[in-house]
Every structure is written in C-alpha cells, then in structure tokens.
C-alpha cells in the first residue's frame, strides 16, 4: 500500500464551480499534514498546512479525518488560475522525511 | 527574500558525461533535500542533509549519484556517468527544523 494515495483526476470544473477531492494515508500516528500545488513545469509550492480541527484560506478548506485517515481540499469559486496538480503531502512518521502523492489534477475552465 | 535557488535550470547532455546540479538553500534553514521527478514515479526523495550532514541517502538510485554539502549555503548533486534514465527533473527544497519545505525552480535534465 502507498504511505499517501490521492485520486489522480482530472476534475474539470467551470469557473465558479467548487471541487473538493481527498487522501488517504497509511500511518495513522502521522501528525503534520500539508497540501502543496504543483503548476505545469513549476516546483512545488506550499499552498497550506492542514490542521487537526480543519482551517480555511480564502476560498481553499482542508479537512483532516484522522478516524479514517484521510484529508481532503475543497475550493470554492473557483478560479482560472486555480489549475494545477494539488499534492497531498504527510510526514508519515513524524521525522524529516514528507510522502508525496502523486497528485489530483484539477483544471478549471471558463 | 530570496528562495531557493538551483542551476542550471536546464541542462542537456550525452549519455556517459558527468552531471553537477547546483543548489543555495534559504538562508537560516537547516535542512536540505534533493528530489527527483518523472512522470512515471512522481517525486522521490534521493538524499536528505540535516546541518550540513548527511542523515539519509537511501534514495540515492545507485553508486552514480553522490551529493555533497561543503556548507550550509551550498550543496551539489553529481552523477556520473549519466544515462538516458537519469532524465528528470531534480528539485532541491530547503527547510527549517525538517518540516514545511520549500522548493527551488528545478533543473530540467536531459541525457541523450
């Protein structure tokens, strides 16, 4: 089983639409949860942490389920700008070492 | 401030030729990684630095690579000889105390 398994999408939403997607994780003592966005041909960037009470960010909300292990990303209103791949990150067991998963790719038209 | 910073940003060679990627970490972190990127494996760890030390390097894909920090501004990743399988991109990300990390731009290998 992968540490951080995401739905890989496409999600292809019209501008103002929300999407929301999840990930599971495999540790269950995991403790630091992050979403990072991906733009083509970019590195990735932090977009936010994700905490265990669950915490917005404009239009971005991210959930954390430790019951059954998984976090999720809803975006509201969404944006043209909003495209990208969305990574699911974890520090799987609580050292220096992030999981990464492979990525849900959201693409927002007009 | 800036972020961090790696060269070249692209780099094209032939197979058997050697590979230097470059890499300035943000300035007051502690913690250096080198990552790889394909399409077919997403992003892997390749080595970790923890103050200037290497603390991990079991992602390192074999004898190849080796990657050296000679200061806590400056680290490189070599690999020699390079092969077609190589080609990828390679981030380096810089943290404090190992946790949020942050990326620098990549560089775009290409072996032929």
């Known amino acids: 089983r992968k540490e951080v398994e995401q739905d890989p999408g496409p999600f292809n939403v019209p501008e103002g639409a929300t999407v929301a997607f999840n990930c599971t994780y495999s540790n269950s003592a995991s403790q630091s949860f992050f979403w990072y966005r991906q733009d083509c041909r970019k590195e990735p960037k932090l977009l936010m942490s994700v905490y265990s009470s669950g915490n917005e960010d404009g239009r971005f909300t991210a959930q954390l389920n430790r019951a059954s292990q998984y976090i999720s990303l809803l975006i509201r209103d969404s944006k043209l700008s909003d495209s990208a791949t969305y990574l699911c990150v974890v520090n799987i067991r609580n050292d220096y070492k992030l999981s990464f998963g492979a990525g849900t790719t959201v693409t927002v038209r007009a | 401030d800036a972020g961090v910073i790696q060269s070249p940003r692209h780099e094209v060679t032939e197979m058997g030729q050697e590979v230097t990627l470059r890499c300035k970490p943000i300035s007051g972190h502690n913690s250096l990684f080198w990552y790889r990127q394909t399409m077919m494996r997403g992003l892997e760890l390749l080595i970790y630095?923890?103050?200037?030390?290497?603390?991990?390097d079991s992602g390192m894909p074999e004898d190849r690579f080796s990657a050296k920090m000679p200061n806590a501004s400056f680290s490189t990743l070599k690999i020699q000889p390079s092969e077609p399988r190589d080609s990828a991109v390679y981030f380096c990300?810089?943290?404090?105390?190992?946790?949020?990390?942050?990326f620098g731009p990549g560089t775009r290998l290409t072996v032929l």
């Open positions: 990300a810089s943290s404090l105390w190992g946790d949020t990390q942050y």
């Open positions: 630095f923890n103050n200037n030390v290497p603390i991990d």
